[in-house]
């Protein structure tokens, strides 16, 4: 474990030392603002330096015998090789959150990159051979659009695997479900959120625009974590809408990531765009009013305005699937248990946040809300030391904090007879 232990340190500090390059190709092959990209690689090292102090603290037990003449010792070891198939809005930290575990635990792994961010993969591979991981340990199997599907079945049903680890959509996760269950492999989902962002009464308004505009816009809104439904209390609501749509005007900036100013990238592509322009013009036939943005950039096919919608409802596409994209929908409750109700409506739940300065009301909405992560008055909470994953179809274990290396570590028992 000291190996491993110094081996992930060395990764983790040839990261930080090729911080800008790693940054530049994840704004080359995402789009996202250069910015936010050396904010991931930052966040992406995290998970090494994390992993590789946890790796010396993969403790056992001893357990007092029923039999005088018996002991009894729990040890935890490495599952075995583990496929690791990762999304392209996070090129590079969805790798080392699922890799640096795995590593710890002393697992090998085979890392299927999303097909329109393979490089940074490829990246993190050229850096873990100069850290001295062994050859094999970390391997890196990019493909194509026309064969993610069969690749994926592959890794799923191959004996030789012991535990798959996915971030991406509920569909395709339950698809990896199926082939995994064949030979009863252990997984980890980490899938689709429709994170609620409810605005009570009480709440600092200025603060909870922050959070809003925080939480939304990210990635131009491209992370399962993004706010994708906004719930805003009747007393304050208008405040709450004004306020947001200024903010939106005079902060956020479409462009190209690699120009300083830019706060909005391009989407990953022509499908994702056609999606919030379908969620757009669903809610606007049934009666929401956009405030602001509403249509395609100008810069280009794959840039959209970042778009806000007033009077929603929960029968429009937009607060009834994910978006993925940069729209924001505001629908107006009257009671707390009305705002809890439609939050917990959605059968995923990975992500949820609230602002309130009610101090029963916070622990009550906390307690209540049907998801894996919950911002109190705060609009980004992932965080290396923190659990992250859902509840419901949001997925299944989590990844991060003391809790993420179980999901690479069997338990096995040993009874010591005849003492």
């Given amino acids: 474990s000291q190996e491993r232990s110094a081996r992930l340190r060395r990764w983790y500090e040839l990261m930080m030392e090729n911080k800008e390059e790693l940054a530049w190709i994840i704004t080359a092959e995402n789009g996202k603002p250069l910015k936010e990209a050396q904010g991931e690689i930052a966040y992406s090292a995290s998970f090494l330096e994390w992993f590789a102090e946890e790796a010396r603290r993969i403790y056992g037990d001893v357990i007092p015998a029923s039999g005088k003449d018996r002991r009894v010792l729990v040890l935890k070891q490495p599952v075995g090789v583990a496929a690791v198939i990762t999304p392209w809005n996070f090129p590079s930290a969805m790798i080392t959150r699922k890799v640096g575990a795995a590593l710890a635990a002393g697992c090998t792994v085979v890392v299927k990159p999303a097909e329109d961010t393979p490089l940074s993969a490829l990246a993190l591979g050229e850096l873990a051979n100069q850290a001295g991981i062994p050859a094999g340990v970390y391997n890196v199997v990019p493909c194509s659009r026309q064969q993610t599907a069969a690749v994926g079945e592959v890794l799923c049903t191959d004996p030789l695997v012991s535990k798959i680890s996915f971030t991406g959509s509920t569909a395709t ?8 269950a064949g030979t009863v492999k252990r997984v980890s989902m980490e899938l689709g959120g429709h994170a609620p962002f409810i605005v009570f009464d009480s709440a600092n308004v200025d603060q909870a625009v922050a959070g809003a505009l925080a939480s939304k816009y990210r990635n131009s809104g491209q992370t399962c974590v993004c706010t994708n439904r906004f719930l805003v209390q009747k007393g304050i609501h208008d405040e709450f809408v004004e306020k947001f749509a200024k903010a939106i005007s005079q902060e956020l900036h479409v462009g190209n990531g690699f120009d300083a100013k830019t706060t909005q990238g391009p989407l990953i592509n022509e499908k994702a765009v056609e999606k919030v322009e379908k969620h757009i013009k669903d809610a606007v036939s049934q009666g929401a009013s956009v405030v602001t943005g509403g249509k395609r950039h100008n810069l280009g096919k794959n840039f959209f305005e970042p778009t806000l919608l007033t009077n929603v409802t929960t029968k429009m596409l937009c607060t009834q699937e994910e978006t993925f994209g940069p729209l ?25 946040y609230f602002y309130s300065q009610d101090p029963a009301q916070i622990w009550r909405v906390a307690e209540q809300l049907e998801v894996g992560m919950v ?5 980004i909470i992932s965080s290396v030391e923190c659990p992250f994953g859902g509840v419901k179809e949001s997925g299944l274990g989590r990844e991060g904090s003391k809790y993420g290396i179980d999901e690479y570590l069997e338990i096995k028992y040993i009874c010591f007879g005849g003492l």
């Fill in 173 to 180: 996760g339950k698809i990896l479900l199926k082939h995994a």
């Fill in 328 to 352: 924001a929908p505001v629908i107006s409750f009257m009671i707390c248990a009305e705002a809890v109700a439609i939050a917990n409506a959605a059968n995923v739940g990975l992500a949820g």
């Fill in 375 to 379: 911002g109190v008055n705060e609009g």
